[in-house]
């Protein structure tokens, strides 16, 4: 996914969230040394009407959030296995 694609496929997110079902969320134990213990969630969501993907990411440490959820271009790995 291109950058311009992935600003395109954000916007349609916040202005038509209601689109976007849930289809999986990857858990993972957190790469990011300063995270070291936490658990990397990656919520991934797909748009009924265009089937685009987005991927929201977040990581979490005993219960807390310990890096705050964001959007981030789905991986390779993640567009094929998703049909993107």
Do not use: W
């Amino acid at each position: 996914m291109k950058t311009e694609e992935f600003k395109r496929v954000l916007r349609r997110y916040y202005r038509h969230h209601d689109e976007f079902e849930k289809i999986a969320e990857l858990r993972e134990p957190a790469k990011n040394p300063d995270f070291a213990g936490g658990e990397s969630i990656r919520e991934i969501f797909r748009s009924r009407c265009t089937g685009d993907i987005i991927v929201f990411h977040k990581v979490v440490k005993v219960g807390k959030l310990v890096h705050k959820r964001h959007p981030q271009m789905p991986s390779p790995q993640i567009e094929k296995q998703y049909g993107f």
